[in-house]
Every structure is written in C-alpha cells, then in structure tokens.
C-alpha cells in the first residue's frame, strides 16, 4: 500500500489529507461542512474531498475518517451526536461512503482518530499506552492502550468530559447532568466564568476592576459579532482575549484560567490512577491559553496523581489539525494491512 486518505468531518469544517505508509502527508483539501443540509450532503462532501485528491494521485488504497460524535468502529456508523450536523445521528458513513468510493473505509470519533494520529506521528509517537484529552467547546478524550484505541461496549469511553469534580458541583452539563468537568474547564465556560465576574468586579469600581471591566467590554462584542456570523471563531478570538488579559496581569482571568485548568487537571490525574498511561496528550483550542492555564493543569494532574505516575509528563499536543488527518490514514492503512 502506497496511499491513502485520512478524512476529519467536524460540525464546521471537512478536511481530506492524503498520507503515504509512513504518515508524511501530502496534501490537504478542505470544505466548509454543510452541517445544515443533512447527512447526505456531508457525505457527498467528504467523497468529493477524496475524489479530488485520488484523482491526482492514482493508487489510494482506502479511507479512514475522523467524525464528530460517537462512532461504532465496527459497523461504522454514528451511534449519537449533538445537534452540530444536523440528523447525523444513526448514519451509515462506513457503507455510504464505500458504496460512493468503491475503496475500503474506516471510521471512528474524531477524538479518536487525534489519539491515533498523536500516537503515529506526534507528542506521543512510540508510546503504547496513551491519554489524549481534547479541550475546546467540550472536553474529550481517547484512551489508547496496547496502541489500540478502547471504544468501550457503548461506544462513549473517553467521554472525560463528564466527570465529576468538585469545582464544577451543581453546574448544569451539555449532558443533561451536571457537575462535570466540561461545566468549567471547556472554552465556552471558561468565557462566560470571566464575563460574569468581570461584570461583577466592574460594579465595585477602582484601578483593577475597571481594567477588568475594559476588557470584558473588548470580549463581549466580539463574541456577539462571532457567533452572528457563524460561532466558534468569535467564541475562540473572545477566550484568546482572557488569556490576553491574564498574561498582562489581570486577576479575574488569571483566576478563571487558573481555576478550570485546575478543575480538569484533577479529571486527569484521576484518570491516570485508573488508566497508567505512559503519556498524557492535552490538545484543543483551550490548550492556547497560554503558560499559565498550563502550569495550573500541571499542578493539579500531579496533586491528584498517585506517587508512581506523578513524572508521567503531559504533552501539549503537536499535530494541531493535521493529527485526526494522520489518525484516520492510519485506521485506513489498517483496513489494508
Ligand atoms: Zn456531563
């Protein structure tokens, strides 16, 4: 096997990379997601996607796509998933695809295919054992052990997310529960964490609080812009202006930072107890929020850390958006293997 092509669908975008036998990737193409439209048309969009890469480079041999949502690998289709494509949930993308292709597909979560691509080619190539947690508008995770991504008899494992901490206890959860990790620790929590403080501070006047105020002036607008115009890009420009904010000195973002990194560095070290990996990846768009909200993650994974795991380090992630591309080209070349 020469070639083949690693698919990373998310609820934005759609990204197609194809990626020889030992994980250099080639080429990139990407598409706007059309998250509205339905199963069918994100579907024929990532066909597309590899169409246009086969079609300049004869000999792909197979698929592998990255999804949002959770994946059941062994029929390959989509067991559940929130609202960000719409009607997503119980799509056959192993077969649509495949009967579109006419090449061998494999597919897992998007989260997944991180870890596999982080393990082959990133911050934890050559390890076996391996946590990778994805921290951005949710908290997730994969657990890789023997080199083997662990789905679990649901499919959900890696759902670090919704763990309880105490920091989070009687916040409401994306789940429906409350008092999960993502509660406090994700980007959109993180923003609205700093916004109601700062608006808090502001009313008591002074030095600090009104230059804490400033800058809730400078996010909040921001953020509205962003999500008229489509979301998450406004929301990361606004969570990047709290740890602008904290990195000049400002002691409510310093705090908010400091605060859920703490909270999902605990979820962490706990996780470590369970799951003795030999490294633990943290990746995500939080991940940017600067050495501060790192220190802070590092603290609290050793605080709760047993003695004997307390030197496992904790990588930021390397790959950025290419890994679920290399994770995915990796399912591939095993479906041809
Ligand atoms: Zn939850």
């Known amino acids: 096997v020469s070639l083949v092509v690693g698919v990373d669908i998310g609820g934005t975008k759609t990204s197609a990379g194809l990626v020889d036998a030992s994980g250099a990737l080639l080429a990139v193409r990407t598409l706007p997601t059309p998250a509205t439209r339905g199963p069918e048309a994100v579907v024929e969009t990532a066909a597309g996607l590899v169409q246009a890469l086969a079609a300049g480079s004869p000999g792909v041999a197979a698929v592998g796509v ?26 056959d993308l192993r077969g649509e695809l495949s009967r579109r292709l006419g090449l061998p597909v494999a597919v ?14 990133g911050a ?26 662990r789905h679990g008899a649901h499919s959900v ?27 406090v620790a994700a980007g959109p929590a993180l923003l609205a964490e700093y916004l109601r403080r700062a608006a808090a501070d502001g009313g008591t006047g002074g030095g600090g609080p009104g230059g804490t105020a400033g800058g809730a002036q400078g996010c909040a607008p921001g953020g509205a812009q962003g999500d008229g115009q489509g979301g998450a890009p406004g929301r990361a420009g606004c969570l990047a202006d709290v740890a602008r904010l904290a990195a000049a000195g400002d002691l409510v973002a310093a705090a908010v930072l400091a605060e859920g990194a703490a909270a999902l560095g605990a979820a962490i070290g706990g996780l470590m107890n369970v799951i003795d990996p030999e490294v633990v990846v943290v990746g995500g768009g ?52």
């Open 66 to 91: 990255g999804s949002a949502g959770a994946v059941d690998p062994g029929r390959g289709t989509i067991v559940s998933a929130t609202g960000t494509i719409a009607g997503w949930a119980g799509t």
């Open 108 to 121: 897992d979560n998007d989260v997944h295919a991180h870890a596999l691509g982080e393990q082959w080619r």
């Open 124 to 149: 934890a190539a050559g390890r076996a054992d391996v946590l990778l947690v994805a921290v951005g508008t949710g908290v997730g995770a994969s657990v890789v052990l023997g080199g083997k991504v």
């Open 157 to 183: 494992a890696g759902h670090a997310g919704h763990l309880p901490v105490p920091a989070a206890s009687g916040r409401p959860c994306t789940c429906g529960g409350s008092g999960h990790v993502e509660a």
């Open 286 to 337: 939080v991940t940017g929020c600067g050495v501060l909200w790192w220190d802070a993650l590092r603290a609290a994974v050793r605080a709760e850390a047993l003695p004997v795991l307390r030197a496992v380090p904790v990588e930021p992630a390397a790959l950025g958006g290419a890994a679920a591309l290399l994770g995915a080209a990796r399912m591939a070349l095993e479906t041809v293997a």
